[in-house]
Structures are given as structure tokens and as C-alpha cells.
């Protein structure tokens, strides 16, 4: 059942509105017809079955809801991945896998050692990268959309996040892995929110590791094995979310 995010003012009244661009998805793209029924998601953790409507006269699709249920896929545990802005493929594959996993929250930096250096985001990236979110969220089932925050700078980063995450782990491979595994870190910890912290393809600076420890975060490692940022970026959001049961 094809299915799609839409904003909960759509839907009301038992009837659903679509925007163009998914009108033309349905209508053109994946050529519903009159009566297939769709899943429509309010990013409110509820699930609608609708029956499509083809207006006639404008060809136009919208919907009448046949039935509401709660969304049962997002994980226990909220874990946000901070990552080194770079170029647009790294960004979308991270993206759109973190998202099939289950990360909620998406903290793009810019650092010392990242490819990009301007934590200015243009309007028509941010559009298509949220619709990267939207259709991995619909693909994977996802009951909430993932929330792509603005780029901020490194220290900013590591700050705004701490105050919103009750764990912080920053990975960096120059950590001894016999001497912070990731799973004696989460072992203890009984809260629900985790962030991860990913260095760009150049890695932390010295003074950027010190800054991380001086603001609470801690460093885990992920072996003995040097992952790329991409790789990183989808391996520990996945750790954690394996290691707290989800
Ligand atoms: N210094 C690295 C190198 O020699 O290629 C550059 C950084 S690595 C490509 C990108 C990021 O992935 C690192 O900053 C770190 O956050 C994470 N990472 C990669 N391998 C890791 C490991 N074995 N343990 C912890 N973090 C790792």
C-alpha cells in the first residue's frame, strides 16, 4: 500500500487534501485510480487507510478516510546523529539510511576538517533533502518524520545538542576500543533520548576532541577498523538503537 506523509491539517473532516506534488505522484507517477486505497500519514504517530476520489473535472485526487490506527514502528529510544556536512551524495546517503533506521533527529555541523564550510543551507538543498527524509520514512515505514535541523557550527553543535540528549557519544577512532565499547557505555543507561556525534571524512581536531570531553560528551569507539563518515554515520546510530532493544 503506497503511502505518504502529509501535514494533519489534510486531514478533516473524513476527508484528506493532497499537494500538488503528491496529486501528481498519484495521479501520473504511480496512476492510482478511483477507489485504491492509500495510507496517509499526520506525523502525529496516526495512520489513516483513504480511499482515493478522482475529481473528474480537474483530475485532481483526494481522499476519504475508511479508518485511523496507531503507528507502532518509531523506536523506544530517540537517538539524533550529528554529521560533518559534505558533498551531496555522503549527505543524502546518510540521510535517507539514518532514517530507514530510525534516527530522529538530523544535526548536520561544520567544522574544522569538513568538506563544507558554510553552515548556510540553501533553500532548494533543504527542500530536496527533506524530501529524501519523507520518502526513506515512507519506505520504511517510519510513523514520524525525522527532523533535519539547521547546519550549525561545531561547538554550537555539541552545546544545543547536550541540552536536548540525556547521552552523548562522540565516536573518534583514536579512542583504544578495548577501552570504550559502545555496549558498557549504553549497559547502564536507563534514559530514552541518545545523540551520536560522527567526524567529517578529515576527522576531529585536537582541540575539537577536547572540546567534546570538556561538554560532557563521551567517547566511545567503534574498533579497530577506520570507517568512513558515511559508514560511521549509519553503523553507530545502529549500534545504539540494536544495543537499547530496538
Ligand atoms: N582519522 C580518520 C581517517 O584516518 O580516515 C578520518 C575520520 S573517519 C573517516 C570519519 C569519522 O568516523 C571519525 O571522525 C569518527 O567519528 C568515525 N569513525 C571512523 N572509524 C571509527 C572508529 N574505529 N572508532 C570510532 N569512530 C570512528
Not at 480511499?51 to 496507531?70: A, C, I, Q
Not at 536536548?164 to 549504553?186: D, F, H, M, N, R
Request: aromatic share 6%; with cysteine.
Amino acid at each position: 500500500m503506497n503511502r505518504f506523509f502529509l501535514s494533519s491539517d489534510r486531514i478533516s473532516g473524513g476527508e484528506v487534501s493532497f499537494p500538488d506534488d503528491i496529486s501528481h505522484q498519484i495521479s501520473h507517477v504511480l496512476r492510482l485510480k478511483a477507489g485504491d486505497v492509500v495510507a496517509v500519514l499526520d506525523n502525529l504517530g496516526h495512520l489513516y487507510q483513504v480511499s482515493l476520489v478522482l475529481n473528474p473535472h480537474t483530475n485532481r485526487p483526494t481522499g476519504r478516510v475508511l479508518g485511523r490506527e496507531l503507528v507502532d514502528t518509531e523506536p523506544q529510544t530517540r537517538v539524533a546523529l550529528c554529521f560533518g556536512l559534505s558533498n551531496r551524495d555522503k549527505v543524502e546517503w546518510v540521510l535517507q539510511k539514518a532514517t530507514e533506521i530510525g534516527v530522529v533527529d538530523f544535526f548536520p555541523f561544520v567544522s574544522s576538517h569538513t568538506l563544507v564550510k558554510s553552515t548556510t543551507l540553501s533553500s532548494k538543498k533543504l527542500v530536496r533533502w527533506e524530501r529524501i527524509i519523507r520518502e526513506a520514512a515512507e519506505q520504511s515505514h517510519r510513523g514520524r518524520l525525522p527532523v533535519l535541523n539547521r547546519p550549525l557550527d561545531y561547538s554550537v553543535c555539541l552545546a544545543e545538542v547536550k541540552n536536548q540528549y540525556g547521552l552523548c557519544l562522540i565516536a573518534w577512532e583514536g579512542a583504544v576500543p578495548g577501552k570504550a565499547p559502545l555496549s558498557s557505555t549504553l549497559n547502564g543507561y536507563e534514559g530514552d533520548s541518545i545523540a551520536v556525534f560522527v567526524g567529517p571524512e578529515g576527522g576531529f581536531s585536537v582541540e575539537e576532541m577536547s572540546t567534546a570531553r570538556e561538554m560532557g560528551w563521551q567517547v566511545i569507539s567503534l574498533g579497530s577498523r577506520i570507517l568512513r563518515m558515511e559508514t560511521a554515520a549509519i553503523v553507530l546510530p545502529a549500534l545504539v538503537l540494536h544495543e537499547m532493544g530496538d
